[in-house]
Structures are given as C-alpha cells and as structure tokens.
C-alpha cells in the first residue's frame, strides 16, 4: 500500500469506512511552501485562511466560525 494512502475498513455488505481524516499542509505567510506547484492548496495558521496557488498567485479563503 503506498505511503499516503487512505485505510479502508469492510464493514459488510460491500460496504467501507475510511479510518482518519484527510489532513492538508499547513504553514504562516513566510513558510509557503517555495517552489508550490499549480493547485497547491493548504491552511495558513498567520492568517487563519485557506489559501491555493494558481501558479502564480496565492489565492486565500478566510475561515469564520458560524
């Protein structure tokens, strides 16, 4: 099984639970990640935002509470 692949529980009936979350990377401002590829996406703990490279911006999307 490659490193990074989720885990699958058969739980019957042609039925599976994935076990663990999905996690994304994290960083501030000044650790983005140097030499981001097109589609790089990840949550930025400085400003509390979610924030994607579309190779030559970063774009970012603020996270509130509801």
Do not use: C, H
């Not at 930025?44 to 970012?60: I, M, V």
């Amino acid at each position: 099984m490659p490193k990074n692949s989720p885990l699958f529980i058969e739980i019957g009936q042609g039925l599976s639970v994935m076990v663990g979350l999905p996690t994304i990377s994290d960083w501030d401002t000044l650790g983005r990640p140097k030499e981001a590829k097109k589609g790089t996406f990840g949550f930025n703990s400085e400003t509390d935002s979610l924030e994607f490279y579309d190779g030559s911006f970063w774009f970012s999307a603020p996270m509130t509470q509801v």
